[in-house]
């Protein structure tokens, strides 16, 4: 049986409390700022590409095409890094579709 992950993200109050701070001085940074040109957003947020997949003789690729790192047994990489470049939309879905494929040979 694989795993169940509860991650309770709202069982702490003060975990519920620190992230209702948080959540309130973003709103308040974002209300300060009065205008924001093109140069200062960027795709920064979906980092894509650190850890390539790719074939045995790419020697760029950290992972081959099951997740693994090649080289470290036991060791697998799912995540947005092993995109070798960023889809050409956010990226969340297709590291949905890594994790759930990836899960099927992890053991």
Request: charged fraction near 25%.
């Amino acid at each position: 049986m694989p795993p169940r992950i509860e991650l309770r993200y709202d069982s702490e109050p003060d975990d519920v409390a620190t992230l209702r701070r948080g959540s309130e001085l973003a709103r308040e940074l974002a209300g300060a700022v009065a205008e924001v040109g093109t140069p200062s957003w960027s795709t920064s947020q979906h980092l894509c590409g650190t850890a390539p997949m790719g074939t045995e003789h790419d020697p760029v690729a950290v992972v081959d095409h099951r997740c693994r790192v090649r080289g470290i047994e036991g060791l697998w990489v799912v995540d947005g890094s092993i995109l070798p470049v960023i889809t050409s939309r956010g990226p969340h879905a297709t590291i949905v579709m890594l994790a759930h494929r990836a899960a099927e040979f992890i053991e």
